[in-house]
C-alpha cells in the first residue's frame, strides 16, 4: 500500500483540493462515505481565522490488493488515532479507476486547540501501511524507511512484524526505492492533457531496449522527447531532464529510469568521448617501409684505425633488407607500379566508359529506390513467422499454476454458501425457527452469499478466459455492494459460462479443456500464417518480377531521354503493360 501526504495552504483554499476529490472526471465512481464540500471549505476558513499557514492535510492511500469500503475506512481511522487527529472531523471519500479502488482522507489541520501532529510524518503513515498489510495478508511494499520502521515496531513490541519489514530493507542506500515523480508534477502535467505515468512508462521502455544513450536519444526524439542538461548545473552536475517538443519538463532521467547518478555520469563521460574521436585516416604508404641497401654497405667507406692507445670504434651493425616471400615481393612490385602510373595512361578496353548526365544520374537513383521498394515487400514476412511454436507441456503447466489460488477461492465461496444453505434448510423444518423470524434471516444470509458466491464465479471466470488468452485485460475486481441489476447480470454470466464454470470447478475437466484450448490457439496461429502467405503471395511475385526488369535496366547502358520518360511512367503507374520494360 502506498500512502502519500500532502498539506494544503490556507492561502490556496479548498476549491482545488474538492474538485479533485469529490468530482474527479476520470474516476469511474466516486463514494463518500464520510464529510462534504462544505465541511472541508469550512475547515478552511477555521484555519484562515486561527492565523494558520496550512489549512487542510490530504492523505492519498492507494493498496496493492483490493480492499473494501470498510477496510479502507478502518485504515483511515488507524491514521487519525497515529496523528492523533479527531476522526469526527475527517473527510473520507473512495475513487473507483480502472477497476481498483483508492481512498482520500482530509483531516483538518486545527484540531480544536492545537494544530495536527506532524513529526515524521512519512515514516509513522508507512508504519501503519505495513501493519495493514500484514493484518489483510497483502504483500509487502517496500518503502524508503523500513529501517526506521522496524525499529519502531520493535520498540512497539511487534516483534513479528518487525521482522517482516527488516526482510525488505535493500543491501545498499542507492537500491532504496523512490518516487519518479511528485504528485504535484503529475496535476500539472495531466492540466497539460499529458499522462506522466504512460510517458514514464515510454521512457523505462525506450531505454531498456538502447544500447547507449545515443540510441537512447534517438528513440526519444521518434516520440517527440528529447533529453538535455538540466538547468541547475552548478548544484547537480551532470543531471539532465527529459521533456517533450513543446519544452513541458517530463522528469530526472535517473529517476525515470532508477539509474545510479555514478553510472549516468560514466555514460555521459563515454559519449563525450565517442564524440571527440576523430576517425584516424589511414595513409598508408604504398612503398616498403624499409630501407634498401647491400650488404657490404658499410665495407665501402673505411673507419679511422686505433693510433697508439686509443681503441677503434666497433664497426655499425649492417641494416639489411627482411626476407619476403615470392607473392609478397610480386604484390609490393604491383603495388609500386601502380602508383607510379601516368595519369594519362589510357584505360584498359575491357572497362567501357560512359559519361553520365545529371538527369541520367538522377534516373538511376530512382530506379534504385523503386527496387529497394520492391524488396521491402519481398521481405515482409507473417507476423506470427518469427515466433518460436509453443511448448504444449510448459504451456499447460504454465496455466494451471495461474488457476491454483482462483480454484481455491472458489470453493472457498462455495462452501461458505453451501453452509449458509444448510443452516437455512434445517431451520425451515423447525417450526419454531418459522415462528421466530430466524428462518427468513438464514434465508436473506444464504441469498446474499449466492450471489457473492456468484460474484466470485464471475472473478474465476473471467481470469480463466485471460489466462488462456480468450480475454484480452484482467478480470475486475470483485465487488462486494451488489444491487438487483448486478445479480441479474450475474445468474445471465453464469448461464452463459456455465461450461468454464464446470471446468474450474471439477478438477477432472480442466485438463481436458486446457489441452482443447492449446489446440485450438495452434490451429488458429496455423491458419493466420496461411491466410497472411496467400494474401501477399501475389504482391510478392509481382515485386519479384518488377526487381528483374529494374535490375535489367539498371545493368544496361545509359538509357536515352525517351525511354527514362516512358519507364518513370511505369514507376509512377504500377499497371502499365510489360512491353515498357524492354531493354533500350
Known amino acids: 500500500m502506498i500512502v502519500k501526504e500532502s498539506r494544503i495552504r490556507t492561502k490556496n483554499g479548498a476549491g482545488a483540493l474538492t474538485r479533485h476529490v469529490l468530482r474527479g472526471a476520470k474516476n469511474e465512481a466516486i463514494r463518500v462515505l464520510t464529510g462534504s464540500d462544505w465541511l472541508m471549505r469550512d475547515q478552511m476558513r477555521e484555519a484562515h481565522r486561527e492565523g ?104 512497539e513490541g511487534h516483534h513479528y512484524e518487525g521482522e517482516q519489514v527488516e526482510a525488505l530493507i535493500p543491501v545498499s542506500h542507492g537500491a532504496k526505492p523512490r518516487s519518479a515523480y511528485t504528485s504535484q508534477a503529475r496535476r500539472i502535467t495531466e492540466r497539460q492533457d499529458l499522462d506522466l505515468p504512460a510517458l514514464k512508462k515510454l521512457v523505462c521502455t525506450l531505454w531498456s531496449r538502447s544500447d547507449g544513450l545515443k540510441a537512447f536519444r534517438d528513440a526519444l526524439n521518434e516520440h517527440n522527447l528529447s533529453m538535455r542538461a538540466g538547468d541547475r548545473a552548478e548544484q547537480r552536475p ?39 574521436r576523430k576517425p584516424e585516416k589511414d595513409i598508408k604508404s604504398t612503398r616498403l617501409p624499409f630501407r634498401r641497401t647491400t650488404a657490404n654497405f658499410y665495407d665501402e667507406f673505411p673507419t679511422p684505425k686505433a693510433s697508439g692507445n686509443q681503441l677503434s670504434l666497433p664497426k655499425r651493425p649492417v641494416i639489411k633488407r ?61 507476423p506470427e513467422a518469427s515466433w518460436k511454436p509453443l511448448d504444449k507441456e510448459k504451456t499447460l503447466a504454465k496455466w494451471c499454476r495461474q488457476l491454483v489460488p482462483y480454484q481455491k477461492q472458489l470453493r ?74 448486478d445479480q441479474v447480470a450475474l445468474e445471465q454470466f453464469k448461464e452463459t459460462h456455465d461450461t468454464e464454470f464446470s471446468v474450474m470447478a471439477d478438477s477432472k475437466k480442466l485438463a481436458p479443456w486446457l489441452d482443447q484450448r492449446f489446440e485450438t490457439i495452434v490451429q488458429d496461429r496455423q491458419k493466420r500464417f496461411e491466410q497472411s502467405i496467400e494474401k501477399h503471395g501475389a504482391k510478392k511475385e509481382a515485386a519479384r518480377r518488377k526487381i528483374e526488369q529494374l535490375s535489367t535496366l539498371l545493368n544496361t547502358k545509359p538509357a536515352s531521354h525517351h525511354l527514362q520518360a516512358v519507364i518513370s511512367q511505369h514507376i509512377s503507374n504500377p499497371s502499365p503493360p510489360a512491353s515498357s520494360f524492354g531493354s533500350p
Open 238 to 276: 551532470g543531471a539532465h531532464i527529459i521533456e517533450d517538443h513543446n519544452g513541458t519538463l517530463i522528469g530526472s532521467f535517473t529517476r525515470l529510469t532508477k539509474v545510479r547518478m555514478a553510472e549516468f555520469r560514466t555514460l555521459l563521460a563515454e559519449e563525450k568521448q565517442q564524440v571527440a
Open 412 to 485: 472457498e465461496s462455495f462452501d461458505r454458501y453451501n453452509s449458509a444453505k444448510n443452516a437455512w434448510q434445517d431451520a425451515e423444518k423447525s417450526r419454531w425457527h418459522r415462528m421466530t423470524g430466524k428462518s427468513q434471516k438464514l434465508e436473506k444470509i444464504a441469498d446474499k452469499l449466492f450471489y457473492e458466491f456468484l460474484e466470485v464465479l464471475r472473478f474465476i471466470v473471467e481470469a480463466l478466459l485471460y489466462s488462456v488468452g480468450i480475454r484480452p485485460e484482467p478480470p475486475n475486481p470483485i465487488c462486494t455492494a451488489l444491487n438487483e441489476k
Open 322 to 382: 627482411p626476407h619476403i616471400k615470392e607473392w609478397q615481393r610480386q604484390l609490393w612490385l604491383q603495388r609500386i607500379n601502380d602508383a607510379d602510373t601516368p595519369t594519362t595512361k589510357p584505360l584498359r578496353p575491357e572497362f567501357p566508359v560512359y559519361i553520365l548526365s545529371v538527369n541520367e544520374v538522377r534516373f538511376r537513383q530512382k530506379i534504385k529506390k523503386e527496387i529497394a521498394e520492391q524488396q521491402a515487400i519481398l521481405d515482409q514476412q507473417a
Open 52 to 155: 494558520l499557514k496550512y489549512g487542510l492535510r490530504h492523505i492519498a492511500f492507494n493498496p496493492d490488493e483490493a480492499m473494501t469500503d470498510d477496510q479502507l475506512s478502518d485504515f483511515a481511522h488507524r491514521l487519525c488515532d497515529e496523528l492523533k487527529a479527531n476522526p469526527e472531523d475527517l473527510t473520507l471519500v473512495i475513487h473507483q479507476k480502472d477497476g481498483s479502488t483508492h481512498g482520500h482522507l482530509i483531516l483538518p489541520e486545527w484540531q480544536q486547540n492545537c494544530t495536527l501532529d506532524s513529526r515524521f510524518t512519512w515514516m509513522r503513515m508507512e508504519k501503519i501501511a505495513r501493519l495493514e498489510e500484514i493484518r489483510l495478508g497483502h504483500r509487502l511494499v517496500a518503502g524508503r524507511h523500513d529501517r526506521a520502521i522496524a525499529k519502531a515496531l520493535r520498540t
